[in-house]
T-cell receptor, first 115, second 115 residues
Framework: GEDVEQSLFLSVREGDSSVINCTYT??????LYWYKQEPGAGLQLLTY?????DMKQDQRLTVLLNKKDKHLSLRIADTQTGDSAIYFC???????????????FGTGTLLAVQP | SQTIHQWPATLVQPVGSPLSLECTVE??????LYWYRQAAGRGLQLLFY??????ISSEVPQNLSASRPQDRQFILSSKKLLLSDSGFYLC??????????????FGPGTRLTVL
């Protein structure tokens, strides 16, 4: 099916690392994304990774991609209370002969950061 | 810079009433436009997308319809709301041409409760 799987909830202490996991479905997906949703707000792109990469680091964020297992993870170093939000992974698929793309989103992981 | 607006921010409607949600984009021309729904405990699901004025594609069969009367205006409608239409509706846009990672930019969302 089209389901992208994520665990629903993660709780960490401020200053610790957070690891949010995602399993996607389409091995031909070219790009995989992590979006952040703060309470009552829309989604904001945090980072993305191209499918020919294993790892991407962007300041406190590290994305790991295991194509064989179709597993994606997001590590947040030195997690802060401002990182509390819902995190969505998404895989990209082409629509309409490549004219545009569709994002298949996971259910989202609620990250709660305890002070 | 580009911005995306959605209104209303929240809406409570009785079953069987009509619906009209509006999304407008500023600062760009000929964008791809998308409507997503986030139901409670679920990921985001793509409902409609549009690659041009008057061009609407539906991803899932449902009680809703979409229209694009102007280049940067995308409207989500229903003639008669169902309880199952409750959710958080997000509008998004992306550039028309496929750049490297083709980010989708999301609006602030409309929370719809059907009673």
């Amino acid at each position: 099916g089209e389901d992208v799987e994520q665990s629903l909830f993660l709780s960490v202490r401020e200053g610790d690392s957070s690891v949010i996991n995602c399993t996607y479905t389409d091995s031909s997906s070219t790009y995989l994304y992590w979006y952040k949703q703060e309470p009552g707000a829309g989604l904001q792109l945090l980072t993305y990774i191209f499918s020919n990469m294993d790892m991407k680091q962007d300041q406190r964020l590290t994305v790991l991609l295991n194509k064989k297992d179709k597993h994606l993870s997001l590590r947040i170093a030195d997690t802060q209370t401002g990182d509390s939000a819902i995190y969505f992974c998404a895989e990209r698929r082409s629509l309409r002969g490549g004219a545009t793309n569709k994002l298949i989103f996971g259910t989202g992981t609620l990250l709660a950061v305890q002070p | 810079s580009q911005t995306i607006h959605q209104w209303p921010a929240t809406l409570v409607q009785p079953v069987g009433s009509p619906l009209s949600l509006e999304c407008t984009v500023e600062g760009t021309s000929n964008p791809n436009l998308y409507w997503y729904r986030q139901a409670a405990g679920r990921g985001l699901q793509l409902l409609f997308y549009s690659v041009g004025i008057g061009q609407i594609s539906s991803e899932v069969p449902q009680n809703l319809s979409a229209s694009r009367p102007q280049d940067r205006q995308f409207i989500l409608s229903s003639k008669k709301l169902l309880l199952s239409d409750s959710g958080f509706y997000l509008c998004a846009w992306s550039v028309q041409w496929l750049n490297s990672y083709n980010e989708q930019f999301f609006g602030p969302g409309t929370r719809l409760t059907v009673l």
